[in-house]
């Protein structure tokens, strides 16, 4: 079975901290992910990665960044929290296929920025 | 834009009946087509993947999909209260080299006893 574990389920900081949320999957898998969750808004994606060192702009990466040194592990980082970033963050792994690939999703980590 | 429609609910159905959640999408060119379920306070996971027109079956769930119109569904047979949950609809083109799904909003599906 595919694994995707995260860091922490639940995380609370203070306005201006650097947040580290880290993601590491077991299945050698290609791609992953960043997402965040919000009620009525759906899945929004903040960053993906198709390779170790590459990473690539989601819908929302403004005020996150991202770094991928090994296959498995994937990081966002948080420069400079701020409340608006309170949230579910999710990350997802997934294969490559010529037909498209399904995500497999960590547990989440529930993130307050007070 | 790529973007998916899907009836935010809450869709209510009792027990043993049939649910049917529906899932519009923009993009002509989508090859994949994916079916999530979220259990409130937990994260997303895989039930369904089609790709082809037609059924898909497994088990008491069964995906339809009409690419001509553009348009997804999934099927609950006997439902139980145990799938109450949000249900994400998610398509991909993976044809362009494009290795993000575009989800849904999600349908909340409540199973009453």
């Known amino acids: 079975d595919v694994k995707v574990t995260q860091s922490s389920r639940y995380l609370v900081k203070r306005t201006g901290e650097k947040v580290f949320l880290e993601c590491v999957q077991d299945m050698d898998h290609e791609n992953m992910f960043w997402y965040r969750q919000d009620p009525g808004l759906g899945l929004r994606l903040i960053y993906f990665?198709?390779?170790?060192?590459?990473?690539e702009k989601g819908d929302i990466p403004e005020g996150y960044s991202v770094s991928r040194e090994k296959k498995e592990r994937f990081s966002l980082i948080l420069e400079s929290a701020s409340t608006n970033q309170t949230s579910m963050y999710l990350c997802?792994?997934?294969?490559?296929?010529?037909?498209?690939?399904?995500?497999?999703f960590g547990p989440g980590t529930r993130l307050t920025v007070l | 834009q790529k973007e998916v429609e899907q009836n935010s609910g809450p869709l209510s159905v009792p027990e043993g009946a049939i649910a049917s959640l529906n899932c519009t999408y923009s993009d002509r060119g989508s090859q994949s087509f994916f079916w999530y379920r979220q259990y409130s306070g937990k994260s997303p996971e895989l039930i369904m993947s089609i790709y082809s027109n037609g059924d898909k079956e497994d088990g008491r769930f069964t995906a339809q999909l009409n690419k001509a119109s553009q348009y997804v569904s999934l099927l609950i047979r006997d439902s139980q209260p145990s799938d109450s949950a949000t249900y994400l609809c998610a398509f991909q083109d993976a044809s362009g080299g494009s290795y993000i799904p575009t989800f849904g909003r999600g349908t909340s599906l409540i199973v009453h006893p």
């Open positions: 997802a792994s997934a294969t490559t296929s010529l037909v498209g690939h399904e995500q497999f």
């Open positions: 990665s198709y390779d170790v060192k590459m990473k």
